[in-house]
DNA sequence: TAACTATTTAGATAATTTTCTAAATTGTTC
DNA sequence: GAACAATTTAGAAAATTATCTAAATAGTTA
C-alpha cells in the first residue's frame, strides 16, 4: 500500500517539480506556489498528498510551514524495481 | 515526456501486477487477462499503455500475443530518482 | 483584541482514467 | 472460404484526480 501511494503521488508533474525544488532547500508553501501557475489551494493539495506519501515533511516556523524532502522513502520503489531485474547497465545490481 | 509516461504506466496497480508476472516469462494477452478479474478488453487497454512507456514488447505467434518485460526503461526514472538524493542506506549511490 | 498573513479545507466543476459490453480485426484451421 | 479463436478497438458509463473560488483556521503583530 505504501508504495502504491509513492508512485502515484510522484506520477504527477507537478508534484515532481515539487520534489525537485525541494532537493535544494526548504520552501514555505507560498513560495512552492509561487513557482506553478496554479493557484496556492491547488499547490495546497498537491502537498498534502505528498505529505501523505511521506516524500515531504514539513515544520513550522512564524506563520509560515516550510516543506522539506524525504527521499528515503523511494527505498521500496528501488527495490521494487530492482526486483524486476534492470535491463540497464550503469546502475549497480550487486546489491540487489 | 518519456519518463511521465513510465511513472504513469507503474501508477497502477494492475500494470505493476502485469510486469511482474512477465519478470518470470512471456505471457499471451489471454494468459495475463485470466490472472485478474477483468475483462480481456479492460485487460488488453492496460497492456496498450504499458506498451506505449515501452515497459512491455510483444510478439505474434500463431493467433496470439506473447508479451514480455522490458525493464531497461527504468533507467531513467533510477537517474531521476538517484538525481533526488535517496535518504536511504543500501543502495549504491556512488555511481549517480 | 483587532487586523493581518499564510495556509488549509469545503464544495463544485472539469479533466482524466478505468472499466464494461458489443463490435471489429487478424490470423488459423477445417 | 466459412467458422472459429485471440485480441483489439469503439463508445459509453463510472470512478478518480486535479483544479478553481470562497470560506475557515491558525498564528502574528500592532
Redesign the interface.
Known sequence: MAM?QT??A??D?VR?QI??LL?AKSYSAGEIAGQFDLSQATVSYHLKLLKQASLISEHKQKNFIYYE???????E??T??Y??????N???K???
Chains 1, 2 share one sequence.
Not at 526486483?83 to 540497464?88: D, F, N, Q
Open positions: 502504491n508512485l502515484k510522484i506520477s508533474p515532481r520534489l525537485e532537493k524532502l524525504n527521499a528515503s522513502v523511494f527505498e520503489v528501488l521494487w524495481i526486483g524486476l531485474g534492470i535491463g540497464g550503469d546502475h549497480d550487486a546489491h540487489h
